[in-house]
C-alpha cells in the first residue's frame, strides 16, 4: 500500500491543522494507522494512532485532548485533527500502516510509510 501525507503548514500556536493520510494500491480497511514525527536531530516519536475497525485509537501524552485520529475505509483516507497547536509540535509529520493489532505505538510495527508534511506552530 503506498501512503500520501498532506495538510501540513505553518499555523500559530493555539490554531489548528488537519493532517490527511490517503492510500492507494490496496483497500485500506485491513490496516491500522499511525500517525508519527519528527524533528532534526531526534528520533521520530508516536503521536496517534487508530485500529484498522476505527473502534479504538490510542495517543502519545502530550497530545491527548488536543489530536484526534479518525478513518473514512470507503474513501481510504485516514485524518489527524490538530487543534491547540504548540511550538513543540512543529516537526514532519509521517503517516504509517500495518496489519498489526498491537503495538501501535512502535516503529518497527509498521510496513509502509508515507512521505511526510512539515508543521510548523509560530510562538
Known amino acids: 500500500v503506498q501512503l500520501q501525507a498532506s495538510g501540513g503548514g505553518l499555523v500559530q500556536a493555539g490554531g489548528s491543522l488537519r493532517l490527511s493520510c490517503a492510500a492507494s494500491?490496496?483497500?485500506?480497511?485491513?490496516?491500522?494507522v499511525g500517525w508519527f514525527r519528527q524533528t532534526p536531530g531526534k528520533e521520530r516519536e508516536f503521536v496517534v494512532a487508530?485500529?484498522?475497525?476505527?473502534?479504538?485509537?490510542n495517543s502519545a501524552d502530550s497530545v491527548k485532548g488536543r489530536f484526534t485520529i479518525s478513518r473514512d475505509n470507503a474513501r481510504n483516507t485516514v485524518i489527524l485533527q490538530m487543534n491547540s497547536l504548540k511550538p513543540e509540535d512543529t516537526a514532519v509529520y509521517y503517516c504509517?500502516?500495518?496489519?498489526?493489532?498491537?503495538?501501535?505505538?512502535?516503529?518497527?510495527?509498521?510496513?509502509?510509510w508515507g512521505q511526510g508534511t512539515l508543521v510548523t506552530v509560530s510562538s
Open positions: 487508530v485500529m484498522w475497525a476505527g473502534t479504538s485509537t
Open positions: 494500491g490496496r483497500t485500506f480497511s485491513g490496516y491500522s
Open positions: 504509517a500502516a500495518t496489519r498489526g493489532r498491537a503495538d501501535l505505538d512502535r516503529l518497527s510495527t509498521y510496513s509502509y
